[in-house]
Each structure stands twice: as C-alpha cells, then as structure tokens.
C-alpha cells in the first residue's frame, strides 16, 4: 500500500559527497516523520536523523554538522544531504516513515529497502 524507495547511495571517496533521497508513494494521508537509518555490516541498526512534519529534525551525535535532513512534503520525499564522509560511515542506509494512510485513516511504519553507501579512506 505504501512504498518508500531509496536512491543515491553509491561509492564516494572520504571527504566527498552524496545526497540521498527517498520517495514514498501509495495511498497516503500524510507523513508525520521521516528518517533516516543506517546499518554496518555487524552493527545494529541505528538512527541517522529524523524530521518531523513541522520541520523539527535532529541527527545522531557522529554525523552532526556533516549531514543534514530534509524533506518536500509535497512531494512525500525526504533527503539526506552527506557532506565529509568518512569510511565509517559506510553502511546500508534505509527510510523511515511514519505515514498516515489514507484509506483506512490510521498509522503505519514503512521501511524501504535501503541503499548501500561506501565510502573509501
């Protein structure tokens, strides 16, 4: 019912930059928060950073001030703007949304597939 695809990911070398973006489609409502996860291999997934319908957003400590969070309501689409990458940020990154669906009108968390990001030294 709801889809959430990931692009940009790719291989970038360390100081470059990638933006990511992720687009939800399906029968949706609104979208409360949008966020962005990422998983190394041997690793827990972990939060990335977040953005609320309002705008609020917050970020994980390791990638504050080197990434930042945004999203076009419009078009149901959030983006990821990485800028300094390091090899430690190499990871699967996945979407996040927490949609409000349309028919019927109730909430749901939706995950894409997510987006391998490689970032050499």
């Known amino acids: 019912q709801v889809q959430l695809v990931e692009s940009g990911g790719g291989l970038v070398q360390a100081g470059g930059s990638l933006r990511l973006s992720c687009a939800a489609s399906g029968s949706i409502f609104s979208i409360k928060t949008m966020a962005w996860y990422r998983q190394a291999p041997g690793k827990l997934r972990e939060s990335v950073a977040h953005?609320?319908?309002?705008?609020?957003?917050n970020y994980v400590d390791f990638v504050k001030g080197r990434f930042a969070i945004s999203r076009d309501s419009a078009k149901n689409t959030v983006y990821l703007q990485m800028n300094s990458l390091k090899p430690e940020d190499t990871a699967v990154y996945y979407c996040y949304g927490k949609v409000v669906l349309n028919t019927p009108r109730y909430e749901s968390d939706f995950w894409g597939r997510g987006t391998q990001v490689t970032v050499s030294s």
């Open positions: 953005i609320t319908s309002d705008g609020s957003t």
